[in-house]
């Protein structure tokens, strides 16, 4: 049997569990199925993943970091997260992903080069229709100046 992956969360909460119960009476709890708000992401684990990993083992999932580039798994949406919170990953992109939700996955290197290309040429589009007043104020500012 392989084991479990469990989030960083999960894996901190199960550690602190163990240090007051037995893992048998863990197993029980998460059978009857009451955890309250404070142990709500064990509650995302089935009956199987529970028991392998407090008798087999678990790796813990690797967190997404800002910086990253990531692919949305609902829809078109690629890009950075440039902001994590206590629940939240923020993305360069508009979508706010909870960071138990797996709706997210690391964007290919074919796929972070696409994007770079399409965003160059939305900026160039932007650009080319700036007037030359636009583009001067644009070019002092990017120099640090305050007009």
Do not use: C
Request: hydrophobic share 35%; proline share 1%; charged share 35%.
């Amino acid at each position: 049997m392989n084991k479990v992956k469990l989030t960083q969360e999960q894996a901190t909460i199960l550690e602190s569990l163990l240090t007051d119960y037995e893992a048998d009476q863990i197993v029980r709890q998460h059978i009857i199925g009451k955890w309250g708000d404070k142990y709500y992401s064990l509650a995302k684990l089935n009956n199987d993943e529970m028991i392998r990993a407090l008798y087999i083992g678990y790796e813990v999932e690797q967190g997404y970091e800002v910086g990253d580039w990531i692919k949305s798994k609902l829809g078109k949406g690629i890009g950075k997260i440039i902001d994590i919170d206590d629940a939240w990953y923020w993305t360069d992109f508009g979508l706010a992903v909870p960071k138990e939700d797996d709706v997210i996955r690391y964007a290919t290197d074919e796929e972070i080069a696409k994007e770079k290309q399409r965003r160059d040429e939305k900026l160039d589009k932007i650009l080319l229709e700036l007037t030359d007043y636009e583009r001067e104020r644009l070019t002092v500012k990017l120099a640090g100046g305050n007009e």
